[in-house]
């Protein structure tokens, strides 16, 4: 059974920072790029950064300047450490993931169920 999980969302005021983290766990052979989305309250849900399996990064022009995408390989961990927050970065958020499954030949795209973040002005 493969998933994947979000933690570290919450409410924080205006300036501050929060980091999420996003573990992935089951039966993986690999895992391809990485991708952190979000969706606030009435939008559409919008990509926020993507970091690839050699560890390059794109960003939302929003966020750029103050998200930092990270992955760690070992632990099949993604992050995203969030600077500068502020009230309209408030969204339920995402990790997504290209994984691999032991025996399957193709790379799906996986979900986890989002952790809220609050910003407070």
């Known amino acids: 059974q493969v998933q994947l999980v979000e933690s570290g969302g919450g409410l924080v005021q205006a300036g501050g920072s929060l980091r999420l983290s996003c573990a992935a766990s089951?039966?993986?052979?690999?895992?391809?790029?990485m991708r952190w989305f979000r969706q606030g309250p009435g939008k559409q849900r919008e990509l926020v950064a993507t970091i690839t399996s050699v560890r390059s990064t794109n960003y939302a022009d929003s966020v750029k300047g103050r998200f930092t995408i990270a992955r760690d390989n070992a632990k099949m961990m993604v992050y995203l450490q969030m600077n500068s927050l502020k009230p309209e970065d408030t969204a339920v958020y995402y990790c997504?993931?290209?994984?691999?499954?032991?025996?399957?030949?193709?790379?799906?795209?996986?979900w986890g169920q989002g952790t809220q973040v609050t910003v407070s002005s």
């Open positions: 997504n993931a290209d994984l691999k499954i032991w025996r399957y030949s193709d790379y799906e795209e996986y």
């Open positions: 089951g039966n993986i052979f690999s895992i391809n790029a």
